[in-house]
């Protein structure tokens, strides 16, 4: 029997998703992809998929809730957002190699934070790619559809590289602070003060398209001089702060439309983008100029 | 005359710039002279991802891997829009795609009085002229058309509809399109087309790319 991965149950969403599919922009395709590149790119490592190769599809899991069984013996790893996780009963850690004896059930529970835990297989999810990747665009509906209890995942031939870490140190908690670099239009604003000095939280209707941001305070408003500017609709790239009218700003994640048009007025670092797709609503956050790009702005 | 265009290089974060000129004509000349370099992939060119055009933007997105890609390539992209001729005139032919219409869109009378033409002047306006692909992005195959005859510029419908059928051949504005498939949308519908505008186990998934040019028949006419 050729090793597998059949799903049990799905929590709210469970989605395959691999390093995306590039350059179909220009037709209307985004990128899509993992929505935390870096947890996606950690699980990948620890099934001992290297940093130069081709990153294989893994199980995106949104808010926990995901029973898979192993059909065939398999190396997994978990990443992201720590969701409680079990293989038939026992408790198992994140960010350490796992394996999984032909028939053993891994489950997960709710994630006390963040949103998006990442299984990786060693081999990767091998279902067909649609136009290059495995991933599933939410916005676009190009990629595979949504996991659903009784899919089973073929799983692809492993890489000649070993695991080279058990495990990996966790990230450091703390207060959310994403960094911000400044964006084609952050003069609308005037400078990227404008969204420094507010504290915000995480809005409702945030999902992989983008996380919107509330104020505490009062909105973002354009600059008098450019408060009646109309701005043809141009290219958006994943973590691209968009203002629109109402002064609530949205950050683009993954699966963002291709093009937008409203003023970019930032743009976040890539790490910090990873930092946003793990974000829950109600979540307190902050925003600074990335450290040491003030002299950029 | 090669006067060179105004280009400005705008920063869109770690991976990618913003590439703004004066109008679209510039932006169709600039996209074709980035993708022959994208596609030779000399020096900074090959970790260039992604290409997206816009009305007035060109969007570059790189690999991702070296930080010093960025301003190397603002540079090059500065170089490149100085030696771009200043007019039009200078865009490379395209591959011709020829879109039959069935034009009997809902929204036919309407654009006949909007335009003070006849309907049978409008099927005559829209496929008398060539169009050209000047950019995406709405959804997945579907494409902004310009150059049409100017007398068929009308605005939006003042209410969207909730469901366009895939296929609809509308404009709005400057712009033609065909609608890839269903979707909400507030363009005046003319007719439709049988043709497959996207595919995705195609290769390419799209039959209207940027740089394409664009030729309507009617139907009717052809028997």
Redesign the interface.
Known sequence: MSPALEVVRTGPLALLEDDGRPGLGSVGVGRSGAADRGAHHLACRLVGHGERQHRPAAVEVLLGGLVVRARGALVVALTGAPAPATVDGRPVPHRAVLHLDDGAELALGTPESGLRTYLAVRGGIDVEPVLGSRSTDTLSGVGPPPLAAGDVLPVGPAPRTFPVVDAAPAPAHGPVVLDLLPGPRTSWVGDLEALAARSWVVGAHSDRVGVRLTPTGDPVRRTPAHRDDELPSEGMVRGAVQLPPGGEPVVFLADHPVTGGYPVVAVLTEASCDRAAQLRPGEPLRLRPRPGAAGRR | MSAGRPVEV???????V?V?VADLSAVLALEAAVRSLTTAGDGVWARV???????????L?T??VDPADLPVLGRAVRGLAATLDGSSGSLPPGEVVTVPVHYDGPDLDEVARLTGLSVGEVVAAHTGTDWRVA?????????YLVGGDPRLRVPRRDAPRPSVPAGSVGLAGEFSGVYPRASPGGWQLLGRTDLAL?D?RRD???LL??GVVVHFVDEAATG
């Open positions: 705008l920063p869109m974060g770690e991976r990618a913003l703004e991802e992604d290409v997206v055009p816009a009305a007035r933007t060109l969007l997105t690999d991702g950019f995406g992005g709405f959804a997945p195959g579907f494409a996207w995705a390419p998934p799209a790319r940027p």
